[in-house]
């Protein structure tokens, strides 16, 4: 663990939406970030982040949302990255039993939302073993706020009659998956934490009869200023990692609806509007 105050900012001008209030015994809120736009807390997570004692936060909780506590909140990075926990979950959900039994207020702060493979309810069962108040808070989920700022739909009608969310973290070296199910659902597939397994999930869906032609996209950093979009086909997904340098984290979606982003790519259209408003308006002031 390693105590991060003095790597976190405050941003002035955001106001307070409430003030800390005494209470007489601590609790803790499994609180949701989000996929990293700041814009995108709710207010009562909000709210969870300013009136705080303490600040849990994990590895996909973006810089922008981090500035948002208050630079007096104790704040300690329990992040987990591939074959790298500095923390054990088993210490973690004890550590929390142990600040709140203490009164403190704690903020568990994870990327997206708790209860998405976010480990919430291995830590909610374990504060109510002990008798902690807690709450969950949920947050957007990386599988709607990615695909929406890439201009992928999870569902549209004629092409995908659902959206199945997926890990791609491997248990015991081997993902725990029925590929021949997942294969022939009519479902946009969204995969978590598959960048390092990409080989196998793309290989894996073709053997078990998905098209090697099926349009697909890999997010990295979705949501947030450096959000990078690569598209292409199930069968070129390895290769276009590997020719972009993705890096972790990044989404990997599956199925028709991706080949609807050219024509739904809102943020880049925006991004262009902008960018012609500025030149005609120079060109306005400069005659």
Not at 126 to 148: F, K, M, Y
């Amino acid at each position: 663990m390693r105590d991060s105050d003095m790597s976190i900012q405050r941003i002035s001008q955001h106001p307070k939406t409430s003030q800390k209030q005494p209470i007489e015994t601590g609790m803790v809120d499994l609180v949701g970030a989000g996929p990293g736009d700041p814009e995108l807390l709710t207010l009562k997570a909000l709210r969870s982040i300013e009136q705080a004692d303490l600040v849990l936060y994990d590895r996909l909780v973006s810089e922008e949302i981090l500035a948002l506590i208050p630079s007096n909140t104790k704040t300690i990075y329990v992040g987990k990255a591939k074959a790298n926990h500095c923390i054990p979950q088993e210490q973690l959900n004890l550590y929390m039993v142990d600040k709140a039994k203490q009164g403190l207020r704690i903020c568990r702060l994870k990327g997206g939302d708790p209860f998405v493979f976010g480990r919430g309810s291995e830590e909610l069962s374990v504060l109510h073993e002990h008798d902690v108040p807690a709450r969950v808070i949920p947050g957007i989920t990386a599988a709607s706020g990615c695909t929406s700022y890439a201009g992928i739909p999870l569902t549209h009608r004629g092409l995908a009659t659902g959206c199945s969310f997926i890990t791609g973290h491997k248990q015991d070296g081997k993902l725990d998956i029925d590929w021949a199910q997942l294969a022939q659902l009519d479902h946009t597939l969204v995969f978590y934490m598959g960048l390092s397994s990409l080989p196998e999930i793309s290989q894996q869906l073709q053997r078990f009869g998905k098209s090697a032609k099926t349009p697909a996209a890999l997010i990295e950093k979705g949501c947030q200023s450096d959000q990078r979009v690569v598209t292409g086909q199930l069968d070129q997904l390895p290769t276009l990692a590997s020719e972009h340098q993705l890096q972790s984290p990044t989404l990997i979606v599956i199925g028709e609806v991706v080949s609807l982003r050219e024509q739904l790519n809102w943020l880049s259209k925006l991004d262009a509007n902008q960018n012609q408003f500025e030149l005609e308006n120079s060109a306005a002031l400069s005659a």
